[in-house]
């Protein structure tokens, strides 16, 4: 396997691979130290980027600082990520030509800040979020706008005499 980093059209470096790649080829490992939730948490409090990976439904987090790490986010990716054997994998879904940049579906579950998607894929979600996450972020801001209007609607509610100062 030969995989190279470089500029990426996505988003900052990408990695790419030089040779032919055949669907469900495990490509490389998602090295990195394993952290808690809660470690990964206090490191990485202030850190708009990071190179978190999260397993086990969140309960571990790699630290990734591999050639994994530089694979970028795509809504239509050519990777997926598996776990074999309590390793993380980036793993072909399809035959990858070389020259090819390898992506994966990130499917973001944790944060609030916008995570914009740059991927160009004609059915781009827009965001590095899941599906899942982004019906519950929008469920949330809902929620805020609603509870702003009643703040708003609020003085009507109030009685008449209440509604003009008197003089
Ligand atoms: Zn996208």
């Known amino acids: 396997m030969t995989l190279i980093i470089r500029q990426s059209r996505i988003h900052s470096y990408g990695c790419y691979t030089t040779r032919p790649i055949r669907k469900g080829t495990l490509i490389v490992e998602y090295v990195g130290e394993y952290l808690t939730y809660e470690q990964a948490d206090d490191l990485y409090d202030d850190f708009p980027s990071t190179y978190l990976f999260g397993l086990d ?13 530089f694979v970028n986010h795509s809504c239509k990716p050519n990777c997926e990520t598996g776990q074999i054997r309590g390793k993380m994998w980036i793993i072909a879904l399809r035959d990858i030509e070389p020259g090819e940049e390898l992506t994966y579906d990130y499917n973001l579950y944790d944060g ?28 949330k801001r809902a929620k805020a706008v609603a509870a702003s209007k009643v703040t708003r609607v609020a003085p009507a509610l109030l009685p008449a005499k209440c509604r003009h100062p008197v003089n």
């Not at 439904?57 to 790490?69: E, F, L, N, P």
């Not at 914009?116 to 019906?135: F, N």
């Open 57 to 69: 439904g969140g309960k571990r987090i790699i630290d990734g600082y591999g050639v994994a790490a």
């Open 112 to 139: 609030e800040d916008d995570a914009p998607c740059l991927c160009g894929a004609p059915r781009c979600r827009g965001s590095l979020y899941s599906a899942e996450h982004l019906r519950k972020l929008a469920k």
